[in-house]
């Protein structure tokens, strides 16, 4: 059995605690460090920073020129034609377009010559005929025209026809002279049928015909 420990052996004494040592921080330290700073500041220059975006136009500096010296081609040239070689070849295009449209231009001209020259020229015997297109010229409403101021036959002949179209030339006369009151049954009778073709109050064919077509039965 187990023997029990003698008195004053170390198992009888009380259990030690751990001790806790406390230093104090250097708080002076960091406190001289920052007046160390502050005290090497002091000989600094202070430096005032432009601001980037006030600038003077004087203070600007010229780029310097271009080399027109350099034998390089342009990038944009691919076969190393400069700029005077493009203007003559320019001005040889031209002058090519040119000289074909010259050339052309004679071609024509000595067709038409030579057309010219097969055609006969007109013989001196050869007279002009009269036609009746160009006596109808003289009168745009055709021959045998009639208009206020003129007499004969032809006027009376008008009257008569007049007369047989009801209203138109009521109570007119048939004395054989175109007057004011003829002239205002002509255009009348114009303006119920719609003839359009004469002048207003002037008897001319396209009237003559339409009178004729109406009075040609009762004749």
């Not at 920073?49 to 271009?66: C, F, K």
């Not at 005929?129 to 002949?157: F, M």
């Not at 003829?182 to 064919?205: K, M, P, S």
Request: hydrophobic share 30%; no cysteine.
């Amino acid at each position: 059995m187990p023997t029990p420990p003698a008195s004053g052996s170390p198992q009888d004494q009380p259990p030690l605690e751990p001790i806790r040592v406390l230093r104090p921080r250097r708080t002076d330290a960091l406190a001289e460090l920052f007046r160390e700073m502050e005290q090497g500041n002091s000989g600094l220059e202070t430096v005032t920073v432009p601001d980037p975006h006030s600038w003077d136009e004087g203070e600007t500096q010229e780029l310097p020129p271009v080399r027109t010296d350099d034998r390089t081609p342009p990038r944009g040239d691919r076969f190393g034609f400069g700029p005077g070689l493009r203007r003559a070849a320019v001005a040889m295009a031209v002058t090519a377009a040119a000289l074909v449209g010259f050339g052309g231009a004679l071609l024509l001209s000595g067709r038409n010559d030579d057309t010219r020259a097969e055609r006969p020229a007109p013989t001196a015997s050869a007279e002009p005929t009269p036609t009746a297109s160009a006596t109808a010229a003289d009168d745009p409403d055709g021959v045998g025209t009639l208009r206020e101021g003129d007499s004969g036959p032809a006027v009376t002949d008008l009257q008569e026809r007049l007369l047989r179209i009801p209203d138109v030339y009521r109570d007119g006369a048939t004395s054989g002279v175109y007057d004011a009151t003829l002239r205002a049954a002509v255009a009348r009778f114009q303006l119920w049928y719609g003839i359009r073709g004469d002048e207003t109050g002037v008897y001319g064919n396209d009237t003559r015909q339409a009178l004729e077509s109406r009075t040609a039965s009762t004749g």
